[in-house]
């Protein structure tokens, strides 16, 4: 079996493997005030579902 010649660098290692990227799926952003939320979910920080209020959120007062 061959052996490589040089030892590859970590940079060219990180440079290669720049493609592997965590991606969040299943995530989309609330209408009303713009949070990061999973999808088919009530918004936790507002409260509101498919444009109603649905329960009191985090932020609502």
Same mark, same amino acid.
């Given at each position: 079996? *061959? +052996?490589? *010649? &040089? &030892? +590859?660098?970590? +940079? *060219?290692? &990180?440079?290669? &493997?720049s493609h592997y990227k965590i991606t969040v799926t299943g995530a989309a952003t609330c209408p009303n005030c713009g949070?990061?939320?999973k999808q088919h979910t009530v918004c936790?920080?507002? =409260?509101?579902? #498919?444009g109603k209020? %649905? %329960?009191? =959120?985090? #932020?609502?007062?």
């Open positions: 079996m *061959a +052996t490589p *010649a &040089r &030892r +590859t660098g970590k +940079t *060219a290692k &990180r440079l290669r &493997r949070e990061l939320i936790p920080h507002c =409260g509101y579902y #498919d209020q %649905v %329960v009191k =959120g985090k #932020d609502s007062k």
